[in-house]
């Protein structure tokens, strides 16, 4: 009757040991897979973040052209208001001179007032580009710190020797 008992619990032993080594295996793949999808996803998101950085690279160069033109049109319309101010008070007047100045002054001062606008809508494009950049860069740093975090102390030291 022992060695039967003997036998029966040699048995239930085998298949308990095979289902904890079965257990750990699943769990290590589990890891591993989660692991990968991680990585797989810091890589989406750091691909995804550097295309908002380059639009808000792209934002401010535009911001910054079209300030660089106002400022241009800027002279250029009290460059004009001068010559307009002098042709006033010549004696013998060129009023064609004067209407010409004016009528480029109007334009000018169009083209100037379209900028501004131009500008500030682009600033607010801006603000949001970099508040975006600012948010995905944040949460690309917190995967990649969960991401260490999670991994094993031997995968750490065998990462920090390569």
């Not at 989406?44 to 033109?69: C, E, F, G, I």
């Not at 006033?88 to 379209?114: E, F, H, V, Y």
């Not at 494009?125 to 995905?136: N, P, Y």
Request: without cysteine; glycine residues 2%.
């Amino acid at each position: 009757m022992t060695g039967r008992f003997i036998a029966i619990l040699a048995a239930l032993m085998v298949i308990g040991v095979t289902t904890v080594v079965h257990a750990q295996q699943t769990t290590s793949d589990s890891l591993r897979h989660d692991r990968t999808h991680d990585q797989r996803m810091i890589t989406r998101d750091t691909l995804k973040l550097q295309q908002h950085v380059a639009v808000r690279d792209s934002l401010r160069a535009k911001v910054q052209q079209d300030q660089d033109t106002i400022a241009a049109d800027k002279k250029l319309i009290d460059s004009l208001q001068a010559g307009i101010a002098t042709a006033k008070k010549a004696s013998p007047r060129d009023t064609l001179a004067i209407n010409r100045g004016l009528a480029t002054l109007t334009q000018l001062r169009q083209k100037r007032d379209s900028a501004l606008n131009r500008t500030q809508r682009e600033r607010k494009r801006l603000d949001f580009a970099e508040r975006t950049v600012k948010r995905e860069s944040e949460a690309s740093s917190d995967a990649r710190q969960d991401l260490r975090s999670d991994r094993p102390k031997s995968a750490d030291s065998t990462h920090t020797s390569k």
